[in-house]
């Protein structure tokens, strides 16, 4: 397996989670990693991503609530996400090199 992302769950309004995906070191090193998402009946859309240089990029939806970092020694991306929303619900997966190379997908569900 080559990306593997887990952390998804069910979660209330506010509430908070945070995606790990851990990437084959061949993969994560000198790569763009991010985090999409796809609700049912939606297109998948890029939530946020991280150059290998830092540069960091977030749609404006979840801008203030969603903090993308990554850990080069342990080949691993992040999502922290906070304040969550119901229009959050979706599922999600981490990419390398703009969706060259895929996880599989971690279901996060914002219920009351």
């Known amino acids: 397996v080559q990306l593997q992302a887990s952390g998804g769950g069910l979660v209330q309004p506010g509430g908070s989670l945070r995606l790990s995906c851990a990437a084959s070191?061949?993969?994560?090193?000198?790569?763009?990693m991010g985090w999409y998402r796809q609700a049912p009946g939606k297109q998948r859309e890029l939530v946020a991503h991280?150059?290998?240089?830092?540069?960091?990029h977030y749609v404006e939806s979840v801008k203030g609530r969603f903090t993308i970092s990554r850990d080069n020694a342990k080949s691993t991306v992040y999502l922290q996400m906070n304040n969550l929303k119901p229009e959050d619900t979706a599922v999600y997966y981490c990419?390398?090199?703009?969706?060259?190379?895929w996880g599989q997908g971690t279901q996060v569900t914002v219920s009351s």
């Open positions: 070191r061949s993969i994560f090193s000198a790569r763009v």
């Open positions: 990419s390398a090199d703009w969706g060259k190379f």
């Open positions: 991280e150059t290998s240089a830092g540069v960091i």
